[in-house]
């Protein structure tokens, strides 16, 4: 029986095809397609600028609110009930809850343990956080190693 053999391509015939098929698969991307460029080995180019990253969008993260100057970031863990109400739309009922749950690990634990809606945990981020427990070790989260 005699064997057939497909003939192989050239480097340069490789590289072209690559680089088509790359300039396809780059032309169908959303957002800043047009920020790519492919170029043949050995032309010239702008440093820096041959390639730029599309933005990245994710509606979901949104920065921290700022802090208001003079304000010290409350301690959930640790602040008393009037300090507690002392942060804007933190009203007697949702003092308490807080205290109540503690201790926290983390200052979304405020919303994960259903102690804030969302919304008001969103406006609060940046005016609180989470502290060591006075009088005991700080909370150890769950797969952490022991310490000696």
């Known amino acids: 029986m005699k064997s057939h053999s497909i003939p192989r391509p050239s480097t340069a015939t490789a590289v072209a095809l690559l680089a088509a098929l790359l300039s396809v698969l780059l032309a169908n991307l959303p957002g800043n397609a047009a920020a790519f460029s492919v170029r043949a080995p050995g032309t010239a180019g702008t440093p820096g600028k041959d390639f730029q990253h599309p933005p990245l969008r994710d509606a979901q993260a949104q920065p921290a609110p700022p802090r208001a100057p003079g304000l010290k970031p409350v301690d959930l863990n640790n602040a008393s009930r009037a300090d ?8 007697a009922a ?34 609180i956080y989470v502290g060591a427990v006075k009088g005991r070790p700080a909370p150890r989260v769950a797969g952490a190693a022991s310490r000696p």
Do not use: F
């Open 84 to 91: 507690l109400m002392r942060l804007p739309g933190i009203g």
């Open 94 to 127: 949702e003092a308490d809850r807080i205290v109540e749950g503690r201790p926290y690990l983390s200052k979304a634990s405020l919303v994960s343990q259903q102690v804030l809606p969302a919304q008001l945990y969103d406006g609060l981020r940046g005016r």
